[in-house]
């Protein structure tokens, strides 16, 4: 099993990136996907997930509005695109296959990437 994410880098405020994570060695399109992310020093947080097909989205409430989760299963990738991003947004982003039932997503925690750096500064 492999999760990969890129796309990180430093970013002004205001500005946008757009992260993937690529996988392999597990059936993608059975999976709920999701983005977490760690800030130094804070826990772990849920950005966003999106069902196995793709048909439903949900994001932590900081994020609504600007952040965009996709996914193309034929390609085994789900994406993260990030507007109008703000230096709280600074963290380490991690991509995680789980499951998503009734509202709740359940991150399985063999399926973890190695995270990409992502600093919103000037």
């Known amino acids: 099993v492999q999760l990969v994410e890129s796309g990180g880098g430093l970013v002004q405020p205001g500005g946008s990136l757009r992260l993937s994570c690529a996988t392999s060695?597990?059936?993608?399109?059975?999976?709920?996907m999701s983005w977490y992310r760690q800030a130094p020093g804070k826990e772990r947080e849920l950005v966003a997930t999106?069902?196995?097909?793709?048909?439903?989205?949900k994001y932590a409430d900081s994020m609504k509005g600007r952040f965009t989760i996709s996914r193309d299963n034929a390609k085994n990738t789900v994406y993260l695109q990030m507007n109008s991003l703000k230096p709280e947004d600074t963290a380490v982003y991690y991509c995680?296959?789980?499951?998503?039932?009734?509202?709740?997503?359940?991150?399985?925690?063999?399926?973890w990437g190695q995270g990409t750096q992502v600093t919103v500064s000037s």
């Open positions: 995680n296959a789980g499951i998503y039932y009734r509202g709740s997503y359940s991150p399985n925690t063999n399926y």
């Open positions: 060695g597990f059936t993608f399109s059975s999976y709920a």
């Open positions: 999106i069902t196995s097909a793709g048909g439903n989205t």
